[in-house]
T-cell receptor, first 113, second 108 residues
Framework: ETGVTQTPRHLVMGMTNKKSLKCEQHLGHNAMYWYKQSAKKPLELMFVYSLEERVENNSVPSRFSPECPNSSHLFLHLHTLQPEDSALYLC????????????FGSGTRLTVV | DAKTTQPPSMDCAEGRAANLPCNHSTISGNEYVYWYRQIHSQGPQYIIHGLKNNETNEMASLIITEDRKSSTLILPHATLRDTAVYYCIVRVPEGFYFGTGTSLTVIP
């Protein structure tokens, strides 16, 4: 247990479904991040939140919608996904968006059918 | 985009030191070098980081060259549980950008 908890651990969804991934951190950190890791590819930074404000959005399709209601919680809302969106989705947090290390959760393995 | 270059794979005998190299020739003066590892689809785990001095902790040592254009992560006594993908990352203001890393296999 790293202090960053992601649920669910596994998710299978159809292309017409709407689902949400949840991330929670109990480290008192002020920045949170979503990464996507597809098979055989590097981790891709998707979204960055600092003090609940989105500060980075790396050209992610609108079918992925993040939400950060407070500094401890981060959501990734999913709708009308494609099979190529199947991947490991990782959440991370850090004390701040500057020169600090990240603590990662264990990820949600998403399969779109 | 990642600012680092690493060999795609390495082997190391159990009990021996594993030396993982990383090139970061375009690193800026105030950018830190971080090392993480990822064991089979788990979340990446922090190992160590440094700016220009060599660093050591309970997991590993980090040797950074004087010109800061390259570094080496040293696992002093590799075990089978150290088999993982090791990422060398230059920390930029907007966050961590991961490359493809080095897949380290520790052989019994």
């Amino acid at each position: 247990e790293t202090g960053v908890t992601q649920t669910p651990r596994h998710l299978v969804m159809g292309m017409t479904n709407k689902k949400s991934l949840k991330c929670e951190q109990h480290l008192g950190h002020n920045a949170m991040y979503w990464y996507k890791q597809s098979a055989k590819k590097p981790l891709e930074l998707m979204f960055v939140y600092s003090l609940e404000e989105r500060v980075e959005n790396n050209s992610v399709p609108s079918r992925f919608s993040p939400e950060c209601p407070n500094s401890s919680h981060l959501f990734l809302h999913l709708h009308t996904l494609q099979p190529e969106d199947s991947a490991l989705y990782l959440c991370a947090s850090s004390p701040g968006p500057g020169s600090y290390g990240y603590t990662f959760g264990s990820g949600t393995r998403l399969t779109v059918v | 985009d990642a600012k680092t270059t690493q060999p795609p794979s390495m082997d190391c005998a159990e009990g021996r030191a594993a030396n993982l190299p990383c090139n970061h020739s375009t690193i800026s003066g105030n950018e830190y070098v971080y090392w993480y590892r990822q064991i089979h689809s788990q979340g990446p785990q922090y190992i160590i980081h440094g700016l220009k001095n060599n660093e050591t902790n309970e997991m590993a040592s980090l040797i950074i060259t004087e010109d800061r254009k390259s570094s080496t992560l040293i696992l002093p006594h590799a075990t089978l549980r150290d088999t993982a993908v090791y990422y060398c990352i230059v920390r930029v203001p907007e966050g961590f950008y991961f490359g493809t890393g080095t897949s380290l296999t520790v052989i019994p």
